[in-house]
């Protein structure tokens, strides 16, 4: 698998070309080129900002549709913790659990249960490895993807334990293949996703080879239909769940480091709030930290892009259904440890690098600073780039060219006019004239009617090109 | 070769908030150029420190960076009132900063040694009353 595969896509179709998205996306990953949003995939991480952001629709996350489970002999339904807090006075995760089986999932295996384990081994870890202090919590896939390609200082303070999504796959197709007697193949294992950087995750994971998680589903989705199979169930739903506080308690931002029992963490939800915490972390400005727990949505996991309820209200409903919950009831059995740490290792990917080497790199970058004083600076977007130094930045890279800034043109424009200006004036009075001028003024009208074209391409509507 | 980029941030001694700016851009455009991370991370750290130092203790001051592709030079010159014992400004734990600066977390007493510790070359001019300017080497 492309190990920049990424699952937050374009519909041309949908994309009127405005700057909305390339305004918001925090990896400046986005550029508006021909009218249409294009997105980079080395800088993207999937944090799905420009999703939440984009006015049209037209930013989209692949994820698999409902009717995918039917194409296995027996198939577990893995919810996320997020999944319990979308629905309005539940009291009993159970009754979640029981839907989703009549809703047509053979079996259910919690990821909060799976989350329990990571919290007991992560205590662990941590207890080994005072040396390494502070551990970055690894379970949000677009953070660990942010540090792969920015933060090449933190990649060694990564928790190599995989996240509670993994755990619970691996957990989940080893009892259903025990309980079934049926090939791997023949049993699909269904996470119901809170967001699209989990889905990135099951095709392209970091920190494992494969993920032996089958399929992917939208909260969103699954949500309307697995209201009125909760209905159906009814109050007394059957005891399924496998989870305490500690594990529901993951969907919502702090939840993780609260299942660590230590006072020094720090917990970071949001994705320009994740970036500025590493920036901090990178220069050492915290002392006595143990870990750090990093969310790319707002609120956390209950704050993914597809989920249905407001996250504020969700960490409400989230404490409310924990509250008379035992602590934990999952955990770190000899069964589960081969699944929890780490099998491969992950990379520094220098993709924002200006250059192959830092020969060209350096040349570039005096380039970019050359340019950077010549651009308007006022970051308006309207060349594609979100800055003026992104602007300048692709110029050096290739990818665009001066004349995409607005500014620039104008310029050009009003340059050129006052020399014709200037031409015709001497033509005029008599000090310059006859025929042989006309040719360089023929040159003139030609020059600015490309400037004209150029600036008419920019602002025409791309559906009418 | 291509000639020195060079870097100058006026640090303001007014604003204690933007403490720290001059060096996370410097920390940014070392990552564009592909700076190895080791290195990167000595002289956000080292730089860091010096740009603390000059708003707490000198008012502000210049810094120059000098990036070529062998090596990082920064000169931190400020116009504060010097340090009349270099030697024991050096020992870990030592500070004169005010106790407002402390609540913050500053003024541990590592600022100095810490720029040493990140760096492969540090040199300190200072005169009483007139300034003080530190020149840091990184190699890359």
Redesign the interface.
């Known amino acids: 698998m492309d190990k920049f595969y990424h699952s937050v896509r374009l519909d041309p179709e949908l994309c009127k070309g405005c700057i909305n998205c390339i305004k918001r996306c925090p990896t400046q990953a986005i550029r508006v080129r021909n009218g249409k949003a294009q997105i980079n995939s080395k800088f993207c991480i999937d944090c799905g900002e420009c999703i939440r952001i984009c006015p049209h629709h037209a930013k989209k996350a692949t994820y698999d549709k409902l009717d995918t489970i039917k194409q296995y002999e027996y198939t577990v339904a893995l919810p996320a913790p997020s999944l319990y807090s979308q629905f309005n006075n539940l009291e009993d995760v159970n009754i979640v659990l029981n839907g989703l089986k009549l809703m047509g999932f053979d079996d259910v295996f919690e990821v909060s249960a799976a989350a329990e384990i990571v919290s007991e081994a992560t205590r662990t870890y941590i207890k080994q490895h005072q040396g390494d202090l502070p551990l970055i919590s690894t379970a949000c896939p677009s953070v660990v993807r942010l540090i792969r390609v920015?933060f090449?200082?933190l990649i060694e303070h990564l928790l190599p334990i995989n996240p509670p999504i993994e755990v619970a796959a691996c957990l989940a197709a080893e009892k259903a293949m025990k309980e079934t007697g049926l090939p791997r193949e023949k049993i699909g294992i269904i996470f119901i996703s809170p967001c699209p950087s989990k889905v990135t995750y099951v095709q392209a994971p970091l920190g494992t080879e494969k993920s032996q998680v089958d399929r992917v589903l939208a909260i969103k989705d699954v949500y309307p239909q697995l209201l009125t199979y909760m209905k159906a169930v009814g109050a007394e739903a059957e005891e399924v769940s496998t989870s305490g506080k500690i594990g529901i308690s993951w969907g919502s931002s702090g939840g993780e480091a609260s299942g660590l029992f230590t006072e020094s963490y720090l917990a970071a939800d949001g994705i320009e709030n994740v970036i500025r915490v590493l920036?901090d972390l990178?220069?050492?400005?915290f002392t006595n930290l143990e870990f750090v727990e990093l969310n790319a949505c707002n609120g956390g996991c209950i704050g993914g892009v597809l989920t249905v309820e407001n996250p504020y209200v969700a960490e409400v409903k989230l404490k409310r259904l924990r509250k008379y919950m035992p602590v934990a009831r999952r955990h770190l059995d000899s069964g589960a440890e081969e699944y929890v740490p780490w099998t491969t290792e992950i990379q520094?990917e220098?993709v924002?690098?200006?250059?192959d080497?830092?020969?060209e790199?350096?040349?570039r970058?005096?380039q970019?600073?050359r340019l950077c004083k010549r651009l308007p600076g006022l970051d308006c977007g309207s060349c594609g780039a979100p800055t003026c130094k992104a602007l300048a930045?692709d110029i050096v890279r290739g990818e665009a060219s001066e004349r995409d800034c607005i500014y620039y043109l104008r310029e050009n424009l009003h340059k050129l006019s006052q020399e014709v200006s200037v031409l015709a004036g001497d033509m005029a009075d008599g000090t310059r004239g006859g025929r042989e001028v006309l040719p360089v003024l023929q040159d003139y009208i030609k020059r600015i009617a490309e400037e004209m074209e150029f600036l008419d391409d920019k602002v025409k509507d791309p559906e009418n090109k | 070769m291509a000639d020195a980029i060079r870097l100058t941030y006026e640090i303001s001694p007014d604003d204690f908030t933007r403490a720290g700016e001059a060096s996370s851009d410097v920390k940014s455009k070392l990552k564009r150029l592909g700076v190895p991370p080791e290195a990167i991370r000595k002289v956000s750290i080292a730089m860091y420190e010096g740009e603390i130092n000059m708003v707490i203790h000198a008012d502000g001051g210049e810094i120059t960076v000098e990036i070529t592709p062998e090596k990082i030079v920064m000169i931190l010159a400020d116009k504060g009132p010097g340090i009349p014992d270099i030697d024991q400004a050096m020992q870990a734990g030592w500070s004169t900063a005010p106790d407002e600066v402390r609540s913050l977390g500053f003024g541990a007493g590592m600022g100095l040694p810490n720029m040493k510790k990140y760096t492969d070359e540090m040199k300190i001019d200072t005169v009483i009353g007139v300034g003080t300017t530190i020149t840091m080497v990184v190699n890359i």
Do not use: A, H
Not at chain 1, 352 to 355: A, S, T
């Open positions: 920015r090449p200082n920036e990178e220069d050492q400005k520094f220098p924002f690098r200006l250059g080497n830092v020969m790199s350096f040349f970058l005096e970019v600073e930045e």
